[in-house]
Structures are given as C-alpha cells and as structure tokens.
C-alpha cells in the first residue's frame, strides 16, 4: 500500500476532507495512473449530495487524465509512461452487453468498496464510480483507459473521460443522427455543449439549444447551436418550433438532471422523433409522457449512459478531431484549482454558470 491525498467524502452534503489514504498496488489486468488533472461533473456532485445513496467513506472524480506509474500482468500493451484518460467504464469484456458491443452497461458487478482504496486507519474506502480520481493516483482496469498523445494537455484531455464522450456519443451513438437531422438539445452545459457539438459533427441542418438564461445560449451558439430558446417560456416547444420551420425535432437531448426537461421533450419531437435521456436525475424521481402521441406520431423515449460510446474507438477520433480544431476541449474549461481548493470549484460548479471546472495535481 502506498500513502497518497485524496478528498474524501465523509458525510453526505458536508465539505469533502483531503486526506491521506492508502492504495494498494495494481492486480491483474490493472495500472497505477498518476493523475496530472480531474475535472468535475455533475455526478461527482449528486453523489456528494446523497441522492444516488452509496457507500462512506468514498472518494469520487471520474473525469481523469495522468501517466502510467506501475502496471498488474496482462494489461494489454500499456506501459509505464503512457500518457492516459481514465474513464469509469470498468467493462469485463465479455457478458452480453460487453460482447454485444455495449460496454457502457457492462453486467459484471464490481465491488469497489473492496477495490484498491482504504483509509488512512486501514478501514473500507469506496472507489466510488470504480475510479476514485478525487485523488493522485488511482489504480484502475486496463479497459477503462485510452491512451493519448503525449503533447496534449492534461486539462483539456481530462473532459474527454465523462462529459466530452457523453454528449458527442449521444448524438452519434445514440440518437445515430443524420445529416440534415433536426435536433433539439436542453441544457447547454458541460455535456449538453458537447451534445451540440455531436450535432453538429454529424451534419444537423439546425442545432436548438434550450436553457435558461440568454448567457448560456449564447454560449450554445459558440459550441455549434443555430437557434436558443428560453427554458422559461411557457410552451418553449413552440418557439423551437418556430427555429425549425414548422416542424418537431428528428431528435431531443435532455442533458440536465430537472423533471420538467424529461416531461416536455417529447413535445419538441417530430414524427419518427426520438428523445435521448441523458442526464442523470435523483433517484425516484418520475417523470410521465402520454403514450398514445408517441405511438401515434411513432416517437421514442430512450437512455443513453455514457455517449453509448466504445472508449477504445470513440476516443481516439475525438482526439483527432480535437488537433484538427473540429472538436473544442479549450474552451469548456471555465476554471482551474488545486486539489485543496476541490470544495471552492464543487460549490463554483453548483452554481450552474461554470461549464467545466477542473483539479491540476501537483506533481512538484
Ligand atoms: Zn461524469
Ligand atoms: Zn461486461
């Protein structure tokens, strides 16, 4: 075991306390990343709330980038020195959905109140999201990495883990878009901006961003949307509408955790529409829709955890994409902190104006 600083989660709702923890060496089929960056997404901070229950004493962050200090056996053809993003796609490889070609609903439970983490006393620690980047290193499956180019920059490549894969995969995994597609998305935050992006990648005749203020649609239009429509008209469907000629949307992608947004995305829809849920509500909390519009007008309601995506192929091209200047990383980032300012850019990211905010590791 070694001894390294992690912020930990003590009690829900309360500040996280850095604090030093032990982490045990890699097994089989696992690496030690040294962690350079870890931004912070919204999941980090519902878990922290307690809305998703879990286990304390845990350690959250999945949104990671750092190098390879140590390998298990059999971790296939990563060494020592690469330079990696750390997802918290724990994928075996092999259950159905695995084979299937869905890793991000792989079927094999992890036990990660056993994982690699203990406190500082010896006692249980959760790995919380099988990553438990809050800290400077973390010991991780092979499968759950990608290598990168060695020049990128940690920061910008740290988003390509959660909120990069999962808006840009909703819109090419999930909603399978099509040039000249009309699509709808709500919330231009830090996903649904890549969602945007996603859209626009894949040749969508008109982008409508949906969000709350005139700020952030502005923002929107920076990241690829043609249109913004207020969230808080009264009938914000019909505005969009209006931004698409007459007609519903080919898709909507609910990027933001409010009920209201998964009540009214099928309003948005056209005939053959489809709704892609991809925010991450509380749970228990409900949401209704009336079935005979959708069986009519042949519409669709469906979830889509993590961009549905395949990190050892979807990420390589986003990189690509990114150093041909098609993709923007840079400009998601809205603020950087050290890890004992953690609580200062959780309460910063709260506040809901910040797209991206994100922990640099001292590696001095
Ligand atoms: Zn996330
Ligand atoms: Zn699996």
């Given amino acids: ?16 306390v850095i604090e030093d923890i032990q982490i045990a060496p890699p097994g089989a089929g696992e690496v030690e990343v040294t962690l350079d960056a870890v931004a912070i997404c919204h999941s980090d901070i519902t878990y922290a709330s307690g809305a998703w229950g879990g286990y304390l004493p845990a350690v959250y ?37 695995c084979a299937g070609g869905q890793p991000t609903i792989c079927e094999t439970p992890y036990d990660s109140v056993n994982g690699p983490l203990r406190t500082a006393d010896g006692g249980p620690l959760d790995q919380a999201m099988a990553c438990g980047a809050f800290a400077e290193k973390v010991v ?5 990495i990608v290598k990168i180019p060695e020049t990128m920059p940690k920061d910008v490549a740290s988003l390509l883990s959660c909120g990069v894969i999962t808006g840009v995969g909703a819109a090419v995994n999930a909603a399978k878009l099509r040039p000249g597609q009309d699509v709808v998305v709500i ?56 931004a698409l000629g007459g007609r519903g949307a080919d898709a909507v992608l609910i990027t933001v955790g409010a009920i209201p947004a998964y009540d009214q995305a099928p309003r948005y829809l056209g005939r053959g529409g489809k709704a892609i849920m991809i925010g991450m509500p509380h749970s228990g909390d409900m949401s209704s829709y009336e079935p005979v519009v959708l069986a009519a007008l042949g519409q669709g309601v469906v979830g889509s955890k993590m961009g549905d995506v395949v990190i050892q192929r979807d990420i390589p091209w986003m990189i690509d994409l990114y150093e041909q200047g098609r993709l923007k990383l840079d400009e998601l980032i ?7 300012q953690i609580n200062e850019a959780i309460e910063d990211t709260k506040t809901g104006s910040a797209k991206r905010n994100v922990v640099l590791f001292d590696r001095g």
């Fill in 140 to 144: 991780v499956s092979h499968r759950q």
């Fill in 61 to 97: 962050g999945h949104e990671a980038a750092g190098v390879i200090t140590a390998t298990g056996d059999s971790v296939g053809g990563f060494e020592v020195g690469d330079a990696v993003v750390v997802t918290l796609i724990r994928a075996c490889g092999s259950c159905p959905s």
């Fill in 187 to 242: 919330g231009a935050g830090g996903v649904g901006l890549n969602a945007i992006q996603g859209a626009r990648l894949a040749g969508a005749r008109r982008i409508v961003a949906v969000d709350m203020t005139e700020e952030k649609l502005e923002i929107a239009k920076e990241f690829g949307a043609t249109h913004g429509v207020l969230a808080s008209l009264e009938q914000p469907w019909k505005a969009a509408f209006k």
């Fill in 334 to 340: 809205s603020g950087r902190w050290s890890l004992d």
């Fill in 1 to 16: 075991m070694q001894t390294i600083k992690a912020a930990v989660c003590r009690a829900f709702n309360e500040p996280l």
